[in-house]
């Protein structure tokens, strides 16, 4: 018989501000849910940490939405699903509760890729610290063994977006500058996957300057339509998702900046409230 408490909220996690595009467009795809949004601005950007210290950073904040009662977190971040994921899934999730789930943005991705690449030949744009990682790579050649893959590191691609310059002149010279590097490794690349949830608002320069034919793959579509899929598979789980069409949003920054920088991302007005994870580690 399931307890009273059984139920709770679909936890979101961010560094930044970027995975409210992914937010986003799961609600859409599954409006009826609860839903809670965590983003680690003050700490943010995650991309040029360490693994240890995006590990850490990461536990922090799934553990802190576990208290919140969610039973079910997903890592809307790159850079925490390459360096912290398969760490809390395999090492964590046995130790501090068995029945509860992580899952990245990472895994969703790449399985789409396979749809939509003709000749194998795949880019990878994300942040520095996600394409160190390598973890695009592995999760493409464990599934698509033929497959070769070609990372970018785009340093100022998430800044840009968050100076409100992702459709100024700025932008224009760094996104160019980016795929053409990108571009100039393999002529071939006909799949980029945007490795990053702020890259989507800058999908117009990204489109404008993308050699033509090459199919360009955004994570949040993707990403709504795995987890649709995953609580289809996994009713056990899909009834301990608190139903009722609520959004909140928590911050590590001032509730006020993030209001202001959210507003970007979801096209909305929202109210935020903040929290230190340091101090509420459980």
């Given at each position: ?7 709770g ?20 795809k ?5 839903y ?21 950073f990461?536990l922090?904040?799934?553990?802190y ?34 029945t ?18 003709k ?11 996600t394409?160190q990682?390598?973890?695009?790579d592995i ?12 990372g ?20 224009d010279?760094?996104v160019r ?11 071939e ?11 989507p ?19 949040g579509n ?10 289809k598979r ?18 590590t920054?001032s ?13 909305d ?9 340091a101090?509420?580690?459980?």
């Open positions: 018989m399931k307890e009273i408490n059984d139920i909220p679909i936890g979101v996690f961010d560094s930044g501000y970027g995975g409210l595009t992914i937010l986003k467009e799961i609600r859409k599954l409006p009826e849910y609860d809670l949004y965590l983003g680690d601005n003050a700490r943010a950007p995650y991309g040029s940490r360490s693994f240890d210290v995006v590990y850490e990461t922090e904040a799934v553990k939405l576990f208290s919140k009662g969610c039973r079910l977190v997903i890592l809307a971040c790159n850079t925490a699903s390459a360096k912290a994921l398969r760490t809390i899934q395999q090492n964590d999730l046995p130790i501090i509760d068995p509860r789930r992580v899952l990245g943005v990472i895994r969703p991705t790449v399985e789409k890729v396979g749809e939509i690449s000749n194998g030949n795949i880019g990878v744009v994300g942040t520095p610290g394409i990682s390598k973890s695009y999760e493409i050649n464990k599934l698509y063994p033929d497959f070769h893959v070609y970018h590191g785009c340093k100022l691609w998430a800044a840009l977006v968050e100076s409100h310059e992702a459709e100024g002149d700025g932008a010279y760094f500058k980016d795929i053409n590097e990108l571009m100039n490794m393999c002529p690349i006909d799949t980029v996957i945007l490795g990053c949830t702020h890259y608002l800058l999908i117009n320069k990204i489109n404008e300057f993308m050699p033509k034919g090459v199919r360009v793959v955004l994570q993707i990403v709504a339509d795995s987890l649709t899929d995953y609580l996994h009713p056990e789980m899909e009834k301990r998702c608190e139903k009722g069409g609520n959004c909140s949003f928590l911050t920054e509730p006020e900046k993030f209001k202001e920088l959210a507003s970007v991302f979801l096209g007005d929202i109210s935020a409230k903040h929290i230190d994870l101090k509420n580690e459980q």
